[in-house]
């Protein structure tokens, strides 16, 4: 079954940086190319569309805050992971971060967490002043 798991979240002062990986399934990959993006929540708020990407290739997909400073990536197909570098942290992105994926291309919707049908479990970030 697909399956993502997020890992790299924790405490850090702002201005400061993390590394988020997200690793999908075996089954995921070999079911083909999927879009697969970041969401981040915070306590009392939506979930909200980071950044996203499409495993076969194409443009890269980013929440106008965050960028310059963050950066998603696809490590190979061979680790399964997606990753997600964010520099210069501030206290606001403070929240708690989820891998997201569903099959086929990102569209305008990359950034919608209904067009998303796998969930990770999240990772808890951090970021104090």
């Known amino acids: 079954q697909g399956r993502l798991v997020e890992s790299g979240g924790g405490s850090v002062q702002a201005g400061e940086s993390l590394r988020l990986s997200c690793a999908a399934s075996r089954y995921m990959y070999d079911y083909g190319y999927f879009c697969m993006g970041w969401f981040r929540q915070a306590p009392g708020k939506e979930r909200v569309g980071v950044a996203s990407l499409y495993t076969g290739g194409g443009s890269l997909y980013y929440t106008d805050s965050v960028k310059g400073r963050f950066a998603i990536e696809f490590q190979d197909s061979v680790k399964n992971s997606v990753s997600l570098q964010m520099n210069n942290l501030k206290v606001e992105e403070t929240a708690m971060y989820y891998c997201?994926?569903?099959?086929?291309?990102?569209?305008?919707?990359?950034?919608?967490?209904?067009?998303?049908?796998?969930w990770g479990q999240g990772t808890q970030v951090t970021v104090s002043s």
């Open positions: 997201a994926a569903h099959p086929g291309p990102c569209g305008d919707n990359w950034y919608d967490p209904k067009a998303f049908g796998y």
